[in-house]
């Protein structure tokens, strides 16, 4: 099992949807986790310790079809980040729509990103109704798709899996 970072992407990362599915992920993945809010503002030290990690995921809810412009900061200072082996990333975009197809344009962005700079491209889950699937009972969807996600992580894939509330 390899090591991995989780960067919360969240403008309200400490309060934040975001720490609530990242806290269900480390149910589901077995390795070393270690974990960063951008809120912290702290990129320079966050990438160099992204430096030993096998694996990044990026957990970000969607902002005008697109990232936060807090996680933006924190890509531009990963893209500087001089690596011997980048970690591969991931991501775990959730989304207020029912559709979970409203995160295309995010997740395609952060493909972009991983070819543009050099970082092997894994898995993605989208979660429609991000914002509100943990308080239902549909909340086993959640969990279902984040299984999906760490599961794929450790074995390697590259797949975009989404969950919805139906």
Same mark, same amino acid.
């Given at each position: 099992?390899?090591?991995?970072?989780?960067?919360?992407?969240?403008? !309200?990362?400490?309060?934040?949807?975001?720490?609530?599915?990242?806290?269900?992920?480390?149910?589901?993945?077995?390795?070393?986790?270690?974990?960063?809010?951008?809120?912290k503002?702290?990129?320079?030290?966050?990438?160099?310790?992204?430096?030993?990690?096998?694996?990044?995921l990026?957990?970000?809810?969607?902002?005008?079809?697109?990232?936060p412009?807090?996680?933006?900061?924190?890509?531009? =200072?990963?893209?500087?980040?001089?690596? =011997?082996?980048?970690?591969?990333?991931?991501?775990?975009?959730?989304?207020?729509?029912? +559709?979970?197809?409203?995160?295309?344009?995010?997740?395609?962005?952060?493909?972009?990103?991983?070819?543009?700079?050099?970082?092997?491209?894994?898995?993605a889950?989208?979660?429609?109704?991000? +914002?509100?699937?943990?308080?239902?009972?549909?909340?086993?969807?959640?969990?279902?798709?984040?299984?999906?996600?760490?599961?794929?992580?450790?074995?390697? !894939?590259?797949?975009?899996?989404?969950?919805?509330?139906?």
């Amino acid at each position: 099992m390899g090591r991995l970072m989780i960067v919360n992407g969240s403008p !309200r990362a400490p309060r934040s949807n975001s720490k609530q599915y990242a806290q269900i992920f480390r149910e589901f993945f077995g390795g070393e986790v270690f974990e960063y809010e951008v809120t912290k503002r702290q990129h320079a030290q966050a990438c160099a310790q992204a430096a030993g990690c096998t694996d990044m995921l990026l957990v970000f809810p969607l902002y005008a079809d697109g990232l936060p412009v807090t996680l933006m900061h924190f890509l531009k =200072q990963l893209a500087q980040q001089e690596f =011997q082996a980048p970690p591969t990333v991931h991501m775990l975009i959730n989304c207020g729509f029912l +559709e979970p197809e409203q995160t295309r344009p995010a997740v395609e962005m952060v493909r972009f990103f991983c070819k543009r700079y050099g970082f092997p491209w894994g898995m993605a889950l989208r979660i429609g109704s991000g +914002e509100a699937i943990l308080d239902t009972p549909f909340a086993w969807f959640a969990h279902r798709g984040i299984r999906r996600l760490a599961a794929g992580m450790q074995s390697g !894939r590259s797949k975009v899996v989404s969950v919805r509330m139906p």
